[in-house]
């Protein structure tokens, strides 16, 4: 067990939908990363947030956006959902960007 | 960011050595070296990072050449557990990137009983 709390493990739903994937970190952790990972595009990173505060931002589509709440969880937000964005969403944490990152076990998003 | 070339797939018998390779001839003063595996079903794992001496953990070893071009992640005894998806990352320690992991393609290891 990471520590990483990742909420729904699985969602379906439609093309056009929206939806929020929650990423609770190891406690203390200040820092949030996002990452997809599909079958045909690897591990790809999205967002880091830092203390409440976006630090680096990867190849995230305008259709998605993230935050992180003072209690330092994150959500990350889909929307006008595509059959493409299948894909396995991890969430990390680290207490830094210099210490080990832990990751969560995932959100398997399947759009149908 | 700076990049890293691997092996796509490596094999090992059980309870011998592994050595995975990794090459990163741009990196910067500033780049940890990282390690990060990734079993069946889960999300990446942390094995193990340094910046200029070699290092130790329980998991394995890393040891990073004195020009910092390359370095070898080394399981000392291959389990059958350690069959995963290696990769080799650089972390930059400061900047508007600090922090982020960038993941390649990694190495495939297959352990063999």
């Known amino acids: 067990d990471s520590g990483v709390t990742q909420t729904p493990k699985h969602l379906i739903t439609a093309t056009g939908q929206r939806v929020t994937l929650r990423c609770s970190p190891r406690?203390?952790?200040?820092?949030v990363y996002w990452y997809q990972q599909s079958l045909d595009q690897g591990l790809q990173f999205l967002i880091q947030?830092?203390?409440?505060?976006?630090?680096a931002k990867g190849n995230i589509l305008e259709r998605f956006s993230a935050q992180q709440f003072p209690d330092l969880h994150s959500e990350l937000n889909l929307s006008s959902l595509e059959l493409g964005d299948s894909a396995l969403y991890f969430c990390?944490?680290?207490?830094?960007?210099?210490?080990?990152?832990?990751f969560g076990q995932g959100t398997r998003l399947t759009v149908v | 960011d700076a990049k890293t070339t691997q092996p796509n797939s490596m094999e090992s018998n059980e309870e011998e050595p592994v050595h995975l390779p990794c090459n990163h001839s741009?990196?910067?003063?500033?780049?940890?070296i990282h390690w990060y595996r990734q079993l069946p079903s889960q999300g990446p794992e942390y094995v193990i990072h340094?910046?200029?001496s070699n290092v130790n953990n329980r998991m394995a070893s890393l040891a990073i050449a004195e020009d910092r071009k390359s370095s070898t992640l080394i399981l000392h005894r291959a389990t059958l557990r350690d069959a995963a998806v290696y990769y080799c990352?650089?972390?930059?320690?400061?900047?508007?990137?600090?922090?982020?992991?960038?993941f390649g393609q990694g190495t495939i290891l297959t352990v063999h009983p």
């Open positions: 741009t990196i910067s003063g500033t780049d940890y």
């Open positions: 340094g910046l200029t």
């Open positions: 947030y830092y203390n409440g505060e976006e630090r």
């Open positions: 990352i650089l972390r930059k320690a400061g900047g508007t990137s600090y922090g982020k992991l960038t």
């Open positions: 406690s203390g952790d200040l820092s």
């Open positions: 990390a944490s680290s207490l830094t960007g210099n210490t080990e990152a832990f």
